[in-house]
């Protein structure tokens, strides 16, 4: 229980409040309009569909006030960097920004879809109410403005029949044509953000994302038609619906109940979403003005397994471990930004991003620097790049815990790069105020090309604790997991030598994956009453087995061993 309080406690609790807030403004907002006698006429004419679709409309209001928070990148690293205000266990609820993201927008859908139903039964009987026959209360309601000193109720004006009807309101009148408007461009947005769609077609989700713009100009001005009467304060003192109404062929007579005047609701909407709006539009003039700086592309190395280093330089740029950056290439794309892990350390000269191939974009970016040229490519070839960053991952805190456990998947291993170099350097200089002191790195993948550009970096370090005897202090191990067992045995057979014929360390090349069960156990034996740390860099699948085994291996005794897990989210 103690590290599910530790590993889950907050966001969840993040997660019920949320989910609290979304229940109480649904009930409250039902009842505002299910129970007062201002919206008693109202009700009349469109029953229960009116509360059912004012109950989502509040909550909508209330996730589009969130939905913009969590893409404020520039906002959430300066909370992240700020310790005055931003605890460890605060910092791990903001890496979960992009998951927060994705539950406000699937809750955006769901209202949405109730509020859009209700409102389309709200239309039919608006339309209806006003073409049925004279005699009904409904009826008397739906011509109230159609004499002089009287104000209406139903906004619908027309007496053109079903479906008719329905669509000249849908296509003609304000809060019809936003609510439409809005309405695809969210389907559009949520569509192109499924995972499939976004990995093989990034382009179609970056472009598309985009309608977001759209979307909240529609929303601000769906309200302005003020097409929710309900019957006003003055009215109410005169005119008590809930004794009148059985009188209605008597309004206005001598003795008789007057005729009730009504008025629109105020648009709310704004007032919600207006500040997220500014917060937003100051992230994109920062992002902008970033976007601007120069940067020079000092190297680029080409590596194997369709793999390209970029070396670069900005002035003014200050970078932490395992941060990412947004890069912009116009020669590619005027328009599109990707994000890559920096691979480089605080304490070099220069910040770098591993690119492996494996798009048009990518390819694009290949084509641009020179690589698919044999002859030695000049620096004033290289094309434009415009770089938005640093910003912060769950990787910064490594150096907040004595023992770590680094998990990277294939390419996943970029940000650990830049975790192993930064000790490096450490190590070099003043190793003394070094809090960590324990590193257990896991390095899956399925070719043994990958392991190339990255085995100098273990060697170099490698040796570095073994002159400083400290060699146990990196206990790493590298599985290939898309090798069978023939391919394996052919190196088995060179288990004996003294260096691994794979990647040339002296630790062995393992083959499959692992046991992490073992794994966990063993750690948490050699690390009794310790807090791990444990990063990924991966896929959701492995996060999911890497979250399990950290909450199943940590103990409830605050004072025994726990496992903290942390994903890279970007």
Request: with cysteine.
């Given at each position: 229980m103690g590290n599910w309080v530790e590993n889950e406690g907050l966001s969840i609790f993040v997660v019920l409040v949320w989910l609290g807030l979304n229940v109480f403004l649904f009930w409250w907002y039902y009842l505002v309009y299910d129970v007062p006698p201002k919206f008693f006429y109202t009700r009349v004419?469109?029953?229960?569909?009116?509360?059912?679709?004012?109950?989502?409309?509040?909550?909508?209001?209330?996730?589009?006030?969130?939905?913009?928070?969590p893409v404020c990148r520039n906002l959430l690293s300066f909370l992240r960097g700020s310790s005055a205000c931003c605890s460890t266990r605060i910092r791990r609820q903001l890496d979960r920004n992009l998951t927060f993201h994705k539950m406000v927008a699937w809750m955006i859908a769901l209202h949405t879809a109730i509020h859009t139903i209700a409102h389309l039964f709200n239309v039919e009987w608006s339309v209806q109410a006003r073409v049925e026959e004279e005699g009904t209360l409904a009826a008397v309601l739906s011509s109230l403005g159609d004499k002089p000193h009287e104000s209406y109720i139903n906004f619908y004006r027309n007496k053109i029949q079903n479906p008719v009807g329905g669509l000249y309101v849908a296509f003609t009148y304000l809060a019809g044509l936003t609510g439409v408007i809005i309405t695809l461009a969210l389907i559009l947005i949520i569509t192109s953000s499924t995972k499939t769609i976004r990995r093989s077609y990034f382009e179609v989700f970056w472009y598309t994302h985009h309608l977001f713009v759209i979307f909240f100009i529609g929303l601000v001005i769906h309200g302005a038609g003020r097409i929710v009467r309900g019957q006003t304060a003055e009215s109410l003192d005169a005119h008590?619906?809930?004794?009148?109404?059985?009188?209605?062929?008597?309004?206005?007579?001598?003795?008789?109940?007057?005729?009730?005047?009504?008025?629109?609701?105020?648009?709310?909407?704004?007032?919600?979403?207006?500040?997220?709006?500014?917060?937003y539009l100051c992230e994109r003039l920062v992002r902008f003005w970033r976007s601007q700086q120069k940067v020079v592309i000092t190297k680029v190395v080409i590596h194997p397994f369709k793999t390209i280093e970029l070396q670069m330089m900005k002035k003014g740029f200050k970078m932490e471990v395992g941060q990412y950056i947004f890069v912009k290439c116009p020669a590619v794309s005027k328009l599109e930004w990707h994000p890559f892990t920096l691979t480089s350390a605080p304490e070099e000269d220069y910040f770098s991003i591993h690119v492996r191939?494996?798009?048009?974009?990518?390819?694009?970016?290949?084509?641009?620097?020179?690589?698919?040229?044999?002859?030695?490519?000049?620096?004033?070839?290289?094309?434009?790049i415009a770089v938005d960053g640093p910003f912060g991952t769950a990787s910064e805190d490594v150096f907040s815990y004595e023992t770590v456990m680094l998990v990277g998947a294939g390419i996943g291993v970029t940000p650990f790069a830049s975790v192993l170099k930064s000790v490096w350097y450490k190590y070099c200089h003043d190793a003394t105020n070094l809090k960590l002191k324990k590193i257990y790195f896991y390095w899956l993948c399925r070719d043994t090309h990958a392991f190339e550009w990255f085995a100098d970096l273990l060697q170099s370090l490698e040796a570095q604790m073994q002159e400083r005897n400290n060699a146990d202090f990196l206990s790493y191990n590298i599985y290939l997991t898309g090798w069978d067992e023939s391919q394996a045995t052919h190196f088995v057979m060179h288990h004996e030598e003294e260096k691994d014929v794979i990647t040339g360390l002296k630790q062995k090349t393992l083959y499959g994956r692992p046991n992490w069960e073992n794994e966990f156990k063993t750690i948490a034996g050699q690390h009794?009453?310790?807090?791990?740390?444990?990063?990924?860099?991966?896929?959701?699948?492995?996060?999911?087995?890497?979250?399990?085994q950290s909450i199943s291996n940590s103990e409830a005794d605050p004072r025994g061993v726990h496992f903290i897990f942390n994903k890279e989210n970007f």
């Amino acid at each position: 229980m103690g590290n599910w309080v530790e590993n889950e406690g907050l966001s969840i609790f993040v997660v019920l409040v949320w989910l609290g807030l979304n229940v109480f403004l649904f009930w409250w907002y039902y009842l505002v309009y299910d129970v007062p006698p201002k919206f008693f006429y109202t009700r009349v004419l469109l029953g229960r569909a009116l509360a059912l679709a004012r109950a989502p409309a509040a909550c909508l209001n209330f996730n589009c006030m969130l939905i913009l928070l969590p893409v404020c990148r520039n906002l959430l690293s300066f909370l992240r960097g700020s310790s005055a205000c931003c605890s460890t266990r605060i910092r791990r609820q903001l890496d979960r920004n992009l998951t927060f993201h994705k539950m406000v927008a699937w809750m955006i859908a769901l209202h949405t879809a109730i509020h859009t139903i209700a409102h389309l039964f709200n239309v039919e009987w608006s339309v209806q109410a006003r073409v049925e026959e004279e005699g009904t209360l409904a009826a008397v309601l739906s011509s109230l403005g159609d004499k002089p000193h009287e104000s209406y109720i139903n906004f619908y004006r027309n007496k053109i029949q079903n479906p008719v009807g329905g669509l000249y309101v849908a296509f003609t009148y304000l809060a019809g044509l936003t609510g439409v408007i809005i309405t695809l461009a969210l389907i559009l947005i949520i569509t192109s953000s499924t995972k499939t769609i976004r990995r093989s077609y990034f382009e179609v989700f970056w472009y598309t994302h985009h309608l977001f713009v759209i979307f909240f100009i529609g929303l601000v001005i769906h309200g302005a038609g003020r097409i929710v009467r309900g019957q006003t304060a003055e009215s109410l003192d005169a005119h008590n619906p809930e004794i009148c109404y059985k009188n209605f062929t008597d309004w206005g007579k001598k003795g008789a109940c007057p005729i009730p005047q009504f008025s629109g609701n105020p648009p709310m909407t704004w007032k919600w979403v207006v500040g997220p709006m500014f917060l937003y539009l100051c992230e994109r003039l920062v992002r902008f003005w970033r976007s601007q700086q120069k940067v020079v592309i000092t190297k680029v190395v080409i590596h194997p397994f369709k793999t390209i280093e970029l070396q670069m330089m900005k002035k003014g740029f200050k970078m932490e471990v395992g941060q990412y950056i947004f890069v912009k290439c116009p020669a590619v794309s005027k328009l599109e930004w990707h994000p890559f892990t920096l691979t480089s350390a605080p304490e070099e000269d220069y910040f770098s991003i591993h690119v492996r191939i494996v798009g048009d974009w990518t390819e694009g970016l290949f084509n641009a620097c020179g690589c698919d040229k044999q002859e030695f490519q000049e620096a004033w070839k290289m094309p434009k790049i415009a770089v938005d960053g640093p910003f912060g991952t769950a990787s910064e805190d490594v150096f907040s815990y004595e023992t770590v456990m680094l998990v990277g998947a294939g390419i996943g291993v970029t940000p650990f790069a830049s975790v192993l170099k930064s000790v490096w350097y450490k190590y070099c200089h003043d190793a003394t105020n070094l809090k960590l002191k324990k590193i257990y790195f896991y390095w899956l993948c399925r070719d043994t090309h990958a392991f190339e550009w990255f085995a100098d970096l273990l060697q170099s370090l490698e040796a570095q604790m073994q002159e400083r005897n400290n060699a146990d202090f990196l206990s790493y191990n590298i599985y290939l997991t898309g090798w069978d067992e023939s391919q394996a045995t052919h190196f088995v057979m060179h288990h004996e030598e003294e260096k691994d014929v794979i990647t040339g360390l002296k630790q062995k090349t393992l083959y499959g994956r692992p046991n992490w069960e073992n794994e966990f156990k063993t750690i948490a034996g050699q690390h009794p009453g310790s807090r791990i740390g444990v990063f990924l860099c991966g896929p959701e699948a492995l996060a999911d087995t890497l979250n399990k085994q950290s909450i199943s291996n940590s103990e409830a005794d605050p004072r025994g061993v726990h496992f903290i897990f942390n994903k890279e989210n970007f």
